[in-house]
């Protein structure tokens, strides 16, 4: 089984609809991050969450929001989608027994909005 | 704040030849590095990571990477390279220290391997 899990992995929608991500893991790691992949722009960072209760921006976070359910839940919600975040999103997970936050990435969940 | 730079975003080569894809990086302070692949349609692995030490790493799948600490670069390299390696690849980097969580990564390079 895999370690990082994302549903849906692929999903089509209107401009203007609620629509959430999710993401579980098994690995035990207290981090975890929402990543969206651009064609040409590599990945950026949205938002991370370093326990349930410490959650934090990244570089791109307007028009996204999170909600940290659990140690191994991390949800991403694009309240009012556009089109122009129609994109690849990635959840990732790390922990901090290491002397660097090596992350782990989920398969993905392709999102366009119409 | 740093940046990875990844000098070819698409590397075409033919099966068994020898490939290396450039990495070059900017911090003010020590950094860890990493490239990340990802195959069609699938997630990003990590293919190897260089933390301290030995300046030549060791990864998965044959591949390995040189920390060049003066020419602030990591290039990726494999010998001789298969069909299966088809994928786009990526640069990253952390700080060393607190901010270690946050991974900024290169635009990727595109390898394509040919028959």
């Known amino acids: 089984d895999a370690d990082v899990t994302q549903t849906p992995r692929n999903r089509i929608t209107k401009t203007g609809k609620r629509i959430m991500l999710e993401c579980s893991q098994t690995k035990g790691h207290d981090r975890m991050y929402w990543y969206r992949q651009d064609p040409g722009l590599g990945l950026r960072l949205i938002y991370y969450s370093f326990d349930v209760k410490d959650i934090n921006k990244g570089e791109i976070s307007d028009g996204y929001s999170v909600s940290r359910q659990a140690q191994a839940k991390f949800s991403l919600s694009l309240e009012s989608a556009i089109p122009n975040q129609t994109a690849l999103y990635f959840c990732?997970?790390?922990?901090?027994?290491?002397?660097?936050?090596?992350?782990?990435f989920g398969p993905g969940t392709r999102l366009t909005v119409l | 704040a740093q940046s990875v730079t990844q000098l070819d975003s698409q590397v075409p080569v033919f099966e068994e030849a020898p490939v290396e894809l450039r990495c070059n990086y900017s911090s003010s302070v020590s950094v860890y590095l990493f490239w990340y692949v990802q195959y069609p349609n699938q997630g990003l692995q990590l293919l190897l990571k260089y933390l301290s030490g030995s300046t030549l790493v060791k990864g998965i799948n044959g591949f390995e990477a040189e920390f060049n600490k003066s020419q602030t670069s990591f290039h990726l390299r494999k010998p001789s390279v298969h069909i299966s390696d088809t994928a786009e690849y990526f640069c990253?980097?952390?700080?060393?220290?607190?901010?270690?969580?946050?991974?900024?990564f290169g635009k990727g390079t595109l390898l394509t391997v040919n028959p």
């Open positions: 990253a980097v952390s700080e060393r220290g607190g901010s270690n969580y946050k991974l900024t």
């Open positions: 990732a997970t790390s922990d901090t027994t290491g002397r660097a936050d090596t992350q782990y």
